[in-house]
């Protein structure tokens, strides 16, 4: 019996081949029809769709194009087993997966289609958002309509939002999307997980009264944030917190061994400053136009004031 029906399968591939040789050369109708017995063999092409005699009435380009997005989705699976590992599976309902991921090839995996920045070839974007202590969340409606990427600072509020046509959207859409699909809110955070991963990568020291010395130089800048995350201590190189949205430098570090930057935040007050600053102290372009009087009154500085 499996011989017969051995013999009536190659039976019809030579239908198909003698039907389709008008439309195609015998290679490609080869190449095809053998991509079609493999898939078939690695259960990839199964049911009803591994029949191919239905086929012999229908066009070569329909059967090269089935052939062809089945191909695709094998690809596509093969690539979410090498790229699940790299995401933060944050949420699922029936309607809706809400994800994190942790690597470009994870953020080019699920924001496919869409027209991300971070989701696209060129990791140069990624790597940038990821430098400024970014996080994504992707909220991925299982009905195939819309994407959505939501970017949270790590301080953990929302930054911005975006549809897959890469649109910013005003934050306030995200409480009628998170209601949409029943996603509770309180997960678009990340402060604590965030700082306490960038904590680990810096040679550092908790002391008994739970401010932390770092023995390098710390870059928070351009992280939107609005006060320090950590109770910082000694800070053994530079010290650079520009361009975020400081309101306060309460935390900030006591003594720094190399530069104190701050400029470009929203200070009005130089309360919590460091007490000793061996390099430059720049306080420019603040809510508050400091003077060199003013740092001076607040801080030992070795090297050059700018304000």
């Not at 012999?56 to 090498?82: A, G, H, M």
């Not at 944030?225 to 800070?235: L, R, S």
């Not at 400053?273 to 400091?290: I, L, R």
């Amino acid at each position: 019996m499996i011989k017969l029906k051995s013999i009536i399968e190659e039976s019809t591939f030579d239908d198909v081949l003698s039907k389709w040789t008008p439309e195609a050369s015998e290679d490609d109708i080869y190449k095809y029809i053998n991509m079609f017995k493999t898939l078939k063999s690695r259960n990839i092409i199964k049911g009803i769709h591994s029949d191919i005699s239905p086929w012999v009435k229908r066009s070569f380009d329909d059967f090269k194009e089935f052939v062809d997005n089945k191909i695709l989705s094998y690809k596509e699976q093969d690539q979410f087993k090498t790229t699940s590992k790299d995401i933060d599976r944050i949420f699922e309902n029936n309607v809706v997966l809400v994800i994190s991921p942790n690597t470009h090839e994870a953020s080019q995996k699920y924001g496919a289609h869409t027209k991300w920045c971070t989701s696209g070839r060129d990791r140069k974007s990624w790597d940038e958002w990821i430098d400024r202590g970014g996080k994504f969340y992707f909220i991925l409606p299982k009905n195939n309509k819309k994407k959505f990427a939501v970017v949270v600072s790590p301080d953990g509020s929302v930054k911005q939002l975006y549809d897959d046509t890469n649109n910013e959207l005003n934050i306030s859409k995200l409480q009628e999307i998170t209601t949409k699909y029943k996603i509770p809110l309180k997960l678009f955070s990340q402060s604590d997980s965030f700082w306490a991963k960038w904590i680990k990568k810096h040679k550092h020291k908790i002391r008994s009264d739970g401010k932390i010395d770092i023995y390098n130089d710390v870059n928070i800048s351009g992280f939107n944030i609005e006060t320090f995350p950590i109770k910082f201590g000694i800070i053994m190189g530079n010290f650079l917190c520009y361009s975020n949205n400081l309101i306060s430098l309460k935390n900030g570090p006591e003594r720094v061994d190399g530069n104190f930057m701050c400029l470009d935040n929203k200070l009005t007050s130089l309360q919590y400053a460091p007490t000793n600053v061996q390099g430059t102290f720049d306080c420019s372009s603040n809510k508050k136009q400091f003077t060199e009087t003013e740092i001076r009154g607040v801080c030992n500085v070795q090297g050059e004031i700018r304000v």
